[in-house]
């Protein structure tokens, strides 16, 4: 996988980096940078040496930069980073906050960028080059990540920085009650007690990843029995609405955000984003009305998926198996729909054989099983 990353120094070390500002810039050209693999996933990556000023040569399109502070003793912070859809022969310029450990989130002014640009054949030699070596396999987990999935997903934050790690903010805890007593003795106003204890947290909202809600509790509210057990077969409701309310009736987007998710997840360590990349596979895994009416996306779908699993290490995708079995389950139904039910794309039923029979034979998994007597069942009251 290709992300560009940037590896700070903490504060002693910082200090020996190209300039002696409290700040230091990171600046990213024309198009990012040399492989690793973090832990099976071919990456760009780049440890800041002393002439290390940036990347050049990044392919215009969608990237995701990410970064972490090491000390002396070779421990890392958590990672922070950012998507960005670069164009052709721009320049990208992000400030290092040596106290914070990251990007600023102030932007640099456009005038310093202005400057850095015309200079930037001097810059040349401060700049590692990006290895297209494993540029097909990054397209190939983000080609339906557009202008529009960024806008609609990134952080509100001034950078759009997302944090492996929650940020939180302390709000105060009223954890009781009393009442001022008046001079006759009556009972008054009451009065709140703040505790003095650890504070309640909450995540800093511009923070937030803005993963759109897939769940069916706003469809299940007055609803009859019957309607309830059919969404519980039938996720194509939900589908439906999320496509024409939260997408203006891009389908596509629905692909855009499964890789966002998976990019968050296996790249920046958000845990979030894998469980709302588990939601959309559930939803995609639940249709049936939908697979139908949009053979297309389920086509894409599957391609989004054979190269998303391919990415995958072995043992942690067992460990996700051995603890909540959440794919084998999952893909037995999607499978088991396209097969059985009428009317379905031809091409759409050949594409999900394929993958069933590679799937079982790069992983083993058995999706033979039967749903059986224990089946749910509609019944009209």
């Not at 440890?47 to 399109?61: A, D, L, R, S, T």
Request: hydrophobic share 35%; glycine share 6%.
């Amino acid at each position: 996988m290709d992300s560009i990353q940037f590896y700070g120094t903490r504060r002693q070390s910082a200090a020996r980096s190209v300039s002696t500002q409290e700040s230091r810039d990171l600046r990213a050209t024309g198009e990012s940078s040399s492989s690793s693999l973090d832990p099976d996933i071919a990456r760009c990556l780049f440890e800041e040496g002393e002439k290390f000023k940036g990347v050049k040569m990044i392919p215009p399109g969608v990237h995701f930069v990410h970064y972490s502070a090491v000390s002396q003793d070779n421990v890392t912070s958590p990672r922070s980073g950012f998507f960005r859809n670069f164009r052709h022969r721009e320049v990208v310029v992000k400030r290092w906050h040596t106290l914070r450990e990251g990007v600023h989130e102030v932007p640099v002014p456009e005038e310093e960028v202005d400057r850095l640009r015309l200079n930037v054949k001097n810059l040349d030699e401060y700049l590692g080059a990006y290895p297209y070596d494993g540029y097909k396999k990054w397209v190939s987990l983000s080609n339906w990540i557009t202008e529009k999935t960024l806008a609609r997903l990134n952080p509100t934050g001034p950078s759009h920085l997302i944090f492996s790690v929650q940020q939180l903010q302390s709000i105060p805890h009223v954890f009781s009650r009393k009442r001022r007593a008046s001079d006759e003795g009556a009972v008054g106003e009451e009065i709140p007690t703040v505790s003095k204890e650890l504070p309640d947290m909450k995540i800093i909202e511009s923070t937030r990843i803005r993963f759109c809600d897939v769940s069916s509790r706003s469809f299940l509210q007055a609803s009859s029995p019957a309607d309830i057990t059919k969404l519980h077969m039938d996720k194509s409701l939900v589908l439906e609405h999320v496509v024409e309310n939260e997408f203006d009736g891009v389908e596509n987007e629905l692909l855009g955000e499964i890789q966002f998710a998976f990019v968050c997840f296996l790249v920046g360590q958000v845990y979030d984003a894998f469980e709302q990349w588990k939601r959309l596979i559930a939803l995609m895994s639940g249709c049936e009305e939908s697979v139908k009416k949009r053979p297309q996306l389920f086509l894409n779908f599957i391609g989004v998926l054979y190269y998303q699993l391919r990415e995958v290490p072995r043992d942690f995708f067992v460990d996700i198996v051995s603890r909540e079995n959440f794919l084998t389950t999952t893909l037995e139904r999607f499978f088991s729909t396209i097969a059985t039910m009428d009317n379905v794309d031809g091409g759409l039923r050949k594409k999900a054989d394929q993958f069933r029979r590679h799937l079982q034979k790069s992983f083993k998994w058995d999706f033979s099983s039967e749903a059986g007597e224990d089946a749910p069942t509609i019944v009209e009251l």
